[in-house]
C-alpha cells in the first residue's frame, strides 16, 4: 500500500480500538496505569508523551523506565501487575508472544497495550506482510504496530510518534 492517507486511515481506526479497550479496561479496575517505557531518548519521550496525555485525563499512572524488557523482567511484571492496566511504549512488539502467554494465558488477565515501532517477534524480514498482517489480526486491538499499516518503524515513525497519535486518540487537545 503507497497511499500515505488509506495509511494513516487504517492506524486512526486502530487507535479508537486500541482507546476503547483501554478505556473499558480501567473503568473495570480503578487502579493506577502503569507505564513500561525504553531507557533510550525514544522511550523516555514515549512515557512522557503518555504521561501528560494521562495527567490530563485524570487517570492514575507511574511510569517505570526499562533498560530491556527482558523474560525476568516480564515475569516481574506479571507476579505484579495483576490490578493495573499496563501500557509498554517503545518495546514490547519483540517481546508479544512472552506476554501474550505471561499476562494473559496464564490467568495473571493483566490488561495491557503495546505502543511500538519495532518489528514484532519472530519477522525476519519487515517485507514478510502475510506473517506481519497475522500478528496484526491476533493482536488487536491490544498492539498498535506501524508494520501493520506498511507504514516503516525503523525510518518513518519512531516510538514516540505511535504514543503522540494514541494520545492525541485519546484526547484532541493532546497536540503538544
Known sequence: MNDPAKKLENLTVDLENAKRFFFKNIEKMDSTVRVYTHIDADGIAAGAILGKAL???????????????????????????????????????????????KLIENGHLAPFLILDHHIPQNIANKEDFDSIENIHIETTPWQINPYFYDIDGSSEISGAGICYYFAKCLNEKNLD
Open 55 to 101: 495527567y490530563r485525563a485524570n487517570i492514575p499512572f507511574q511510569i517505570t523506565v526499562l533498560r530491556q524488557l527482558e523474560r525476568e523482567e516480564i515475569l516481574k511484571i506479571a507476579s505484579s501487575e495483576s490490578n493495573n492496566f499496563i501500557i509498554f511504549s517503545d518495546f514490547g512488539s519483540g517481546q508479544y508472544l512472552e506476554l501474550q502467554e
